[in-house]
């Protein structure tokens, strides 16, 4: 099992761009989340998914925009980057809600908006 | 306040020292107070975890101390290793009702620890 991957590991836009992060698992989980990693902020929800065809605002959801059409999948949009979503963003999925149901977090993708 | 304080922000430690890591927090409404370790270049991973009914939890050489009077909980790592360098974060659950219901995860900020030989 792969566990969660995420696509692309690296990537540089210019301030304007729109681009896409796809996040995939393989466990089956109902639930993923997507989050952002800043220094000194430790980790923030931008918007999560309870199944297939659902999505929910976290704490940051601001110019992002996410879609789960298939249950493996949670893919978050950035429509038109600014600087202040430099940041790495981490996918992380669970077999269900509850604090005990443990997040699977994938290895990240490190975004620089120039 | 959904929000969970995290100290020291990076902690050196020789090898075989102990290794403390300090979280508080406000919001009495948290269930459940895991702490995820991260490697660079790495997502984080769940290393340990809690509920408040219980006042500490030990795997190996890792405790969770709680303390629900004073809404503090901290992380030991007995015996540290070089192994154990890494960015550490605490964290809370709480659910909350929009338009699903569930547990969201209110991180802390990290501690960079440093195990040097």
């Known amino acids: 099992n792969a566990g969660v991957t995420q696509t692309p590991k690296f990537r540089v836009l210019k301030t304007g761009q729109s681009m896409t992060l796809l996040c995939a698992q393989d466990?089956?989980?109902?639930?993923m989340y997507w989050y952002r990693q800043d220094p000194g902020m430790g980790l923030r929800l931008i918007h999560y998914?309870?199944?297939?065809?659902?999505?929910a605002k976290g704490e940051v959801p601001d110019g992002y925009n996410v879609s789960r059409l298939k249950k493996q999948n949670f893919l978050l949009g950035l429509e038109s980057a600014a600087p202040s979503q430099t940041s790495v963003y981490f996918c992380?999925?669970?077999?269900?809600?509850?604090?005990?149901?443990?997040?699977?977090f994938g290895p990240g993708t490190r975004l620089t908006v120039t | 306040q959904q929000q969970v304080k995290q100290s020291p922000q990076s902690l050196i430690v020789q090898k075989g020292g102990i290794s403390i890591i300090n979280c508080a927090y406000e919001?009495?409404?948290?269930?459940?107070f895991p702490w995820y370790q991260q490697f660079p270049g790495k997502g984080p991973a769940l290393l340990i975890a809690i509920r408040p009914d219980v006042s500490e939890k030990k795997e190996g050489r890792f405790t969770i101390s709680f303390n629900k009077s004073a809404k503090q909980f901290s992380l030991h790592i007995m015996d540290s290793q070089p192994g154990d360098s890494a960015t550490y974060f605490c964290a809370a659950s709480i659910t909350v009702y929009q338009a699903y219901n569930t547990d969201k995860l209110i991180f802390g900020t990290g501690t960079r620890l440093q195990v040097f030989p």
């Open positions: 466990m089956n989980h109902e639930y």
């Open positions: 992380a999925s669970s077999y269900g809600t509850g604090g005990s149901y443990e997040q699977y």
């Open positions: 919001n009495t409404a948290f269930d459940y």
């Open positions: 998914s309870v199944g297939e065809g659902t999505t």
